[in-house]
């Protein structure tokens, strides 16, 4: 069967930095996503990974290992707004998307 | 408005009631989606919708029911509903159907509680 882990939930401090990862097992792959979403609200779309490597977009980063089936998200210099679920998803080669159950993340001062 | 609007925002119902969830959109996309979202399980594809016809159907029970009647709106006929159904219904929308890196666009969902 497809598969996606990613940790349940995740604590970090204001001002620090956090990795949070998401492995894969899927029939084929033609992209990852990765979503945001605080709670009580729609899912925000933050990133796209196809090719191996890092994609920087402001504090925000992800990176791709497709030989590994792995990608995380980092998030640098972590504020109190970025708690919320982060939600990692693959596109099957049916360009079906796969979701992991989201991993919580919670920011204390 | 722009983006992706759900209502209602949140509904309680009973097994014997019918009710409605409706989704718009005002991006000029031509795919429409619905989730449905459980606490701590990942998200679950329910229908999909490209230029108004369903193109999947992901042995949804029938007694939910999707309707397209244009590319801007979307139901979801509820109907006989069972506790277990409760959850977050997201919709989503996005340029094309399935391919390539299109980003889905969602909505911020109908909180329903079945009693």
């Known amino acids: 069967g497809q598969n996606i882990d990613q940790p349940t939930e995740m604590t970090a401090t204001e001002g620090a930095i956090v990795q949070i990862n998401c492995t894969y097992q899927t029939s084929g792959f033609n992209g990852l996503f990765w979503y945001q979403q605080h709670a009580g609200e729609a899912p925000t779309f933050l990133s796209y990974n196809v090719l191996d490597g890092l994609e920087e977009k402001g504090r925000f980063s992800s990176f791709l290992s497709r030989s590994k089936g792995y990608s995380y998200l980092l998030l640098k210099e972590l504020q109190m707004k970025d708690s919320a679920s982060y939600l990692c998803?693959?596109?099957?080669?049916?360009?079906?998307?796969?979701w992991g159950a989201g991993t919580k993340l919670i920011i204390k001062p | 408005e722009t983006g992706v609007t759900q209502t209602p925002r949140h509904l309680v119902m009973g097994m014997t009631n019918k009710k409605s969830l409706k989704c718009e959109q005002h991006l000029g996309h031509n795919a429409m989606y619905w989730y449905k979202q459980s606490a701590k399980k990942p998200l679950e594809l329910m229908f999909v919708?490209?230029?108004?016809?369903?193109?999947e159907n992901n042995s949804v029970p029938s007694r939910f029911s999707p309707e397209c009647p244009n590319s801007s709106h979307l139901f979801l006929h509820l109907h006989t509903l069972q506790p277990e159904d409760s959850a977050l219904y997201l919709c989503a929308s996005s340029p094309t159907g399935s391919s390539g890196a299109n980003v889905l666009t969602f909505g911020a969902g109908s909180r329903l509680t079945v009693l």
């Open positions: 998803a693959v596109k099957d080669s049916n360009y079906q998307l796969i």
């Open positions: 919708y490209s230029l108004e016809e369903r193109v």
